[in-house]
């Protein structure tokens, strides 16, 4: 496990041991598979009691509804916080805030720019606190993505695999650096210059897994099991979108490009997505695509996380 782990949050994946990440995959498989474990409010559910705090600062299609149903499925209530309506949103301390709804809820997921505020907030939390995505990493979308890979392709694959990830060296490609790090399977980035992911979550992956960094999309794709990408501009870039799609254009995911992968190889999209930007429609509505069995995962895959959370 990785040194500044700490066991009782999920700041990103790094606070989690190979073993506990197959460990929650699998049983996110099983809760996929067999929906029998959902309360139907007659028996208690195993979060019966438990309030968790749904905190956004940026907006939210999949990760707010994941959150709030699997939640309610287990029993328990997510409760939504908008920072544009808490005190948190006019300034109020994040140390403070952490400290106050330590009180009354369970745990805290929270959706923010700065990975600061996260760590911030389980500095001071007594509860569990999960990153809902930062501009730093987006775990719980790791956490679908190889799901969805152990579903389609066998949990073998999650340590034997390849995968390619096009585009922007953003929170989602830290974030697979750090899965990477903990299962050990080749991940290729092909990232246009000046949109590299950071060096230090670069090197940490190194040290456990075969890391490619290129500048050349056929490279990153040929062979690969997995072809993933996401948008080029970002929650909170939008003034730079124009310029990112000249230095983007090259990484677009296309079918000349699937043609060099796997021929089983799957297609994988956090979404939102644009298409004719990062991915064409052929590709992304086509048959090597599992956006939308990736996008149930969420709910899947964050439920068997609770689960390890509230052990
Ligand atoms: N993939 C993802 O996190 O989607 P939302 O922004 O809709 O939550
Ligand atoms: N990289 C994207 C992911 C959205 C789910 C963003 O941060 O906006």
Known sequence: MNADADPRHFRSLNDLSRDQLLAILARGEEMAADRAHETDGAEPGPLAGRTVALIFEKSSTRTRVSFEVGIHQLGGMGLFLSSRDTQMGRGEPVADTARVLSGYVDGIMIRTFGQETVEELARHATVPVING????????????????????????????????????????????????????????????EGYDPDPEIVAEAEA?????????????????????????????????AEARKAAFQPFQVNARLMELADPEAVFLHCLPAHRGEEVTAEVIDGPRSAVFQEAENRLHAQKALLLHLFR
Do not use: K, Y
């Open 208 to 240: 456990c897994a075969s890391v490619v960094l290129t500048r050349d999309p056929e490279e990153a794709v040929r062979g690969a099991h997995v072809v993933s990408t996401d948008v080029w501009a970002s929650m909170g870039q939008e003034e730079e």
């Open 133 to 192: 995505l930062t501009d730093r990493f987006h775990p719980c979308q790791l956490l679908a993505d190889l799901l969805t890979i152990r579903q389609i392709l066998g949990a073998e694959r999650l340590e034997t695999m390849t995968v390619a990830w096009l585009g922007d060296g953003n929170n989602m490609a830290h974030s697979w650096l750090n899965a990477a790090a903990l299962l050990g399977f080749e991940l290729r980035l092909a990232v246009p």
